[in-house]
């Protein structure tokens, strides 16, 4: 089992930045990654990683988000840059436990979730 809590999410202006933290704790997760969704839409991937390294990201997000992982490899950090109104969403943290696939565009092979942390952005 993993636990996961996420933080960091607020409300900001467009254009600005904000940083999401994903504590995990319990078993050790081999990947963990970040997704959003918004009210009325499919949740999206943003950004998945190896707890060995490597990362991956969804095309269309990358460059304004940055995923990385702490050295005790349990916090994961989603670091948003120039944010957008269209960046508002509940952005959950996500983990697994076995190996396989670590990417944005399978939510589903993910077994543990958190309960998200709401980014509301303003033009």
């Known amino acids: 089992q993993v636990r996961l809590v996420e933080s960091g999410g607020g409300s900001v202006q467009a254009g600005e930045s904000l940083t999401l933290s994903c504590s995990a704790s319990?078993?050790?997760?081999?990947?963990m990654g970040w997704f959003r969704q918004a009210p009325g839409k499919m949740r999206e991937g943003i950004g998945t990683?190896?707890?060995?390294?490597?990362?991956t990201y969804t095309e269309s997000l990358k460059g304004r988000f940055t995923v990385s992982l702490d050295n005790a490899k349990t916090t994961l950090y989603l670091q948003m840059n120039s944010l957008k109104p269209e960046d508002s969403a509940m952005y959950y943290c996500a983990a697994k436990t076995l190996g396989g696939y670590c990417w944005p565009d399978l939510p589903n092979s993910f077994d543990y979730w958190g309960r998200g942390t709401q980014v509301t952005v303003s033009s």
């Open positions: 319990g078993d050790a997760p081999a990947c």
């Open positions: 990683m190896h707890v060995d390294g490597g990362t």
